[in-house]
């Protein structure tokens, strides 16, 4: 995945400012940044979502603009915020979204007999979503995107929410994408979970890369003991709006 | 997975209209407004107005100025082919000012007034082939405004009453211009003030998309999901497709269930199989109208609730100029139903439910291609708006 001089402007406001971020295949990476740094505008793009202002962006070795549709075959998304069908079931949501990538019926069958298993769904497999309560709802929300086994996968703060048993589920199930060679890209407030999971992380803010390497490169360079310190020593200590 | 670029592909258009029956099943809004309500509508109007809610009967006064014409037999016929169907009772006036003051105190519910000359003129019809040769002559009719049923029958009836005189029961349809006062159906069947109101019910519950079809769009775009599908193969043609498929199913599910509750309350159809199969394809057409008023409706709103207002904007003008509801209103008023679709399809649904018109007859078939190339434009239109400003 390869993003050159990236920018994407809102009217007069600059959401990304000439970023520029190579991600290798099997790869965790981790986008950090405070709210409004331009993560979610970043991602968006990368999914196709957002077309960018200027610059050039590769996913899968597929050209955004050119290749829309063979980036969003080749890609899995957890957005942000929940977005599930409430009146479908939770094997209902999931099979939407295999169908959508027009899996065949046996793949479709045994992937989301896993993927239940993996988000730790099965109990609740056949009650509507909408009845669920948000935990369900937020591991339903990364089923969705994980369905059709993409190579690439995008979660934008997937464990938002979660209590500490559900997002232990999501981080071994990130840890089992990584040793299935699948390259993923993270978005997280919680840097202890970056910290853990990520190979690389890129610290961005006001939508411009700050800093970019592996963990133990950043502290070092940086002189500090944790990624958290390394976090607030770059983007300061001012509370932010929401992105 | 199928990655062939710009062609529909019909796993993900199946799932998409899947998705979409289910949460008018599911959905406790969707199903009262696509299915018990419409129901709840035709029951009331069957048990009110139907054979179950007793015989309605109108009184007209009739006036013949020609009673002492060299021809006023013509006139007795006509009084006499208004009565024998049973709904109309009349009382003879002297007078128009009698009949007319009789009317204002409502003590009948329409005046006829039949013409000085209006047997000459029936009999021109039979004597002279070249219509430019016709004696021509004026029947006027006078209706209390204040009764929503009487001017929603009488009118029909007396225009039905006219082509039974002039033309005799004896003329069979193909030799006639206006097969829509098919003889046979007045001669058997007593008609109730519901089998005229019928016909307009089944276009007023598809109208009822435009606020199904607004408020969905409207809700998964603010919940993300227009944003999350965005990021999957699904294009938005086959998206557009599947909302307009799962639409069409709805209205023909509506149309059915509507029909037999019509028939249960006492609704007389003149329609065969295949007249009944094309008022539902009419229904079926319709509702993509109504996807389009829809979906324009979601790109101007933004949110559900704005949604919920703007679709009135389509619903009012629709449901009183094009349904039933219009007949209460002034003639002048009632012209305005030829700007909106739904007068078609009332209007194709009483051709062919109420009076058994033949799918060729030429009436039906302007109806279909006037709500076929509505429906394309507005669907057309909608879904260009929606794809340029909506989605987002």
């Known amino acids: 995945m390869v993003v050159q001089d990236l920018t994407e402007k809102y009217g007069d406001f600059v959401a990304v400012d000439r970023l520029n971020l190579d991600i290798g295949e099997g790869e965790i990476f981790g986008l950090l940044g405070p709210n409004g740094a331009g993560k979610t505008t970043t991602i968006s793009v990368l999914c196709g979502i957002l077309k960018p202002t200027s610059g050039c962006v590769s996913v899968g070795g597929h050209d955004v603009n050119r290749e829309l549709q063979k980036v969003k075959e080749s890609i899995g998304v957890c957005p942000q915020d929940t977005a599930v069908y409430p009146f479908l079931t939770i094997r209902e949501n999931i099979e939407l979204f295999g169908n959508l990538h027009a899996m065949p019926n046996d793949k479709l069958k045994e992937n989301l007999g896993y993927v239940l298993e993996k988000m730790r769904l099965l109990e609740w497999a056949d009650k509507r979503a909408g009845a669920c309560s948000g935990g369900i709802k937020r591991r339903l929300n990364m089923a969705m995107g994980l369905i059709h086994d993409p190579e690439i996968v995008f979660l934008d703060e997937p464990t938002v929410g979660m209590d500490v048993q559900s997002r232990h589920a999501v981080w071994d199930f990130i840890k089992e994408l990584k040793a299935r060679n699948k390259t993923v890209v993270l978005t997280t407030h919680y840097i202890e979970e970056a910290e853990q999971l990520c190979d690389r992380v890129a610290i961005v803010d006001h939508g411009k890369l700050v800093a970019l390497g592996t963990p133990a490169q950043l502290e070092s360079k940086s002189k500090e003991k944790h990624l958290e310190d390394v976090f607030l020593k770059l983007t300061g200590s001012d509370v932010r709006g929401e992105e | ?392």
């Open chain 2, 1 to 392: 997975m199928s990655g062939v670029k710009n062609s529909l592909n019909l796993t993900r258009i199946m799932a998409l209209v899947n998705k979409d029956i289910k949460k008018t099943v599911r959905e406790p809004a969707a199903l009262f407004l696509t299915l018990l309500f419409p129901v709840m509508l035709m029951l009331f109007f069957g048990l009110a107005f139907g054979r179950a809610g007793g015989e309605s009967t109108y009184q007209v006064g009739v006036v013949n100025l020609d009673a002492g014409g060299t021809q006023s037999r013509w006139s007795g016929y006509l009084v006499g082919n208004l009565t024998r169907i049973g709904v109309i009772k009349t009382t003879e006036y002297t007078s128009n000012e009698t009949a007319q003051a009789d009317l204002a105190q409502g003590k009948i519910q329409a005046v006829l007034v039949i013409p000085r000359g209006f047997g000459q003129s029936c009999s021109s019809f039979w004597t002279a082939a070249d219509p430019s040769l016709w004696i021509r002559a004026s029947v006027q009719l006078y209706l209390d405004s204040g009764s929503m049923f009487a001017t929603q029958a009488i009118p029909p009836i007396v225009q039905q009453a006219l082509e039974v005189t002039i033309r005799g029961l004896q003329q069979t349809t193909a030799q006639l211009p206006i097969e829509l006062s098919s003889p046979s159906m007045i001669a058997s069947v007593r008609l109730t003030t519901f089998d005229y109101m019928a016909p307009g019910v089944f276009a007023f519950a598809t109208i009822f998309l435009v606020l199904i079809v607004s408020s969905s769009f409207t809700v998964e775009r603010e919940e993300g999901l227009l944003r999350r599908i965005n990021t999957t193969p699904a294009t938005p043609s086959e998206f557009m497709l599947a909302a307009s498929i799962s639409n069409m199913f709805s209205a023909l599910a509506q149309g059915v269930l509507l029909f037999l509750v019509s028939l249960i309350v006492g609704f007389h159809s003149s329609a065969g199989p295949i007249g009944s199969l094309m008022a539902f394809l009419i229904l079926m057409i319709f509702s993509l109208c109504n996807v389009g008023f829809g979906l324009v409706t979601a790109t101007v709103s933004k949110s559900s609730g704005v949604a919920n207002g703007v679709s009135f904007i389509f619903v009012i003008p629709q449901m009183f100029f094009g349904t039933f509801v219009g007949a209460a209103l002034p003639p002048d008023i009632q012209a305005f139903g030829r700007l909106v679709p739904s007068y078609y399809v009332t209007d194709a649904m009483t051709s062919l439910l109420l009076r058994g018109a033949p799918l060729t007859s030429p009436a039906i078939l302007l109806d279909l291609a006037v709500v076929s190339v509505y429906s394309v434009a507005v669907l057309m239109l909608g879904i260009l708006l929606f794809r340029r400003c909506g989605r987002s």
